[in-house]
């Protein structure tokens, strides 16, 4: 049996560099064609054959979202990409169209076709019809309860891949028309306005019934899918996929670090105990995340599911530094946030444990002189560490 991929998002190349450093077997990114998201960097092709060298070095994949439900206009010099695309050495691509599977089939037949979660597929006779079509993977609904997911594995041979961490839809993944209709953006090409996340006031008729700065929205708590993970690994699934290519470094840094050890843990034990749930469910919520829930894995969602009061959003520590290098117990770090001297910092990095220290030394890379704040942005200081750290690694502020 293969261990199950853990598939990270990255909207630029240092995310995705990062997001395999911490973990990931394979990330996915946006071309500057056929991708949803828009509004990320995205990523040249030059970018992409770039990252294609980096992940082949560490043995791992890089995946091509080309997931826009295209029209005539869309499809411009399509072919000319997807030769591009091999070239680079991309491993899949992931689409919601018949048109671009069979022309990458036909043009590109090196690269795996992925069925996008834009089909909002939620049986097996659709993934089994799917696999005469040639693709290797089908990315299943959000929507899929546990049970559904189980039934599926049995009655196909075709790799499944699925959500545990990151942003939901508040209709079907691909369905949705708000933005569409109220920006004229369109979330199926790639131009999502997230209409769902924006407040809203309620009226009975024509009467406002919410109070004077009291305003609601109709999103979706994110999906945080943590207890789910043995379950997930016993039923075969191919891919555990992280949600979120506009996230940050530190988000992908977190989240994927976390869902690694959680994952290599259950291979290495075949079990995880309450305690380490806890650990794990902890150190997600470090990350910038919105409220979360387990989506709709033990059926349908509860009220308690949706996020309604957009003021309840949920506290983070913060990320202060970016390691850059170490030598003889002094690191060198890129400053993100504003810390100072006596603060409590966390380090965590792809192969250290997460360690707790005072700051108590800093120095300015460009003076050498000694400083008691550091409150500008990518400013580099010479700190002190009682662990050996190496350059990604990272640390955080603890509250």
């Not at 009975?204 to 997930?232: C, H, Q, W």
Request: net charge neutral; proline share 2%; aromatic share 10%.
């Amino acid at each position: 049996m293969n261990k199950i991929e853990l598939l990270a998002p990255a909207g630029n190349l240092e995310k995705a560099k990062i997001a395999l450093l911490y973990g990931a077997d394979a990330v996915y990114v946006g071309g500057k064609q056929f991708s949803l998201r828009a509004r990320a960097s995205n990523f040249t092709i030059e970018d992409i054959k770039e990252l294609c060298c980096f992940s082949k070095n560490l043995n791992k994949k890089v995946y091509v979202t080309m997931n826009i439900i295209p029209h005539d206009e869309d499809l411009d010099r399509l072919e000319e990409y997807l030769k591009q695309l091999e070239e680079c050495g991309v491993n899949a691509i992931i689409t919601s169209s018949l048109y671009i599977i069979k022309t990458c089939e036909k043009v590109a037949p090196k690269i795996e076709r992925h069925v996008s979660t834009q089909m909002s597929i939620t049986n097996s006779n659709t993934i089994n019809h799917w696999k005469k079509m040639n693709v290797s993977r089908v990315v299943l609904a959000r929507e899929n309860t546990l049970c559904e997911i189980e039934n599926i594995s049995k009655n196909t041979d075709l790799e499944l891949e699925v959500f545990i961490h990151g942003g939901m839809c508040s209709s079907y993944s691909g369905r949705c028309v708000l933005s569409n209709h109220m920006t004229e953006r369109d979330a199926n090409r790639g131009g999502c306005a997230h209409s769902c996340r924006w407040n809203y006031s309620l009226f009975d008729g024509k009467r406002k019934i919410t109070k004077k700065g009291e305003f609601y929205n109709i999103g979706s708590k994110d999906l945080m899918a943590v207890r789910f993970i043995p379950k997930l690994i016993d039923l075969n699934v191919a891919s555990l996929k992280i949600e979120g290519r506009m996230k940050s470094t530190y988000y992908l840094a977190t989240v994927v670090g976390c869902y690694r050890k959680l994952i290599d843990l259950y291979y290495k034990n075949k079990n995880v105990t309450e305690e380490e749930f806890k650990w794990f469910e902890k150190e997600i919520s470090k990350a910038e995340n919105r409220l979360t829930s387990i989506g709709f894995y033990n059926g349908i969602p509860s009220i308690n599911e949706q996020l309604y009061d957009t003021r309840c959003e949920q506290p983070t520590q913060e990320y202060i530094g970016y390691v850059l290098d170490y030598n003889d117990g002094i690191a060198t770090i890129e400053q993100r946030n504003y810390f100072c001297v006596g603060d409590l910092v966390e380090a965590f990095g792809p192969n250290i444990e997460n360690t707790q220290f005072v700051i108590e030394k800093l120095i300015d890379c460009e003076t050498n002189e000694l400083e008691t704040v550091a409150r500008h942005p990518l400013q580099k200081f010479y700190i002190n560490s009682p662990i050996k750290l190496s350059k990604h690694d990272m640390l955080r502020k603890v509250k």
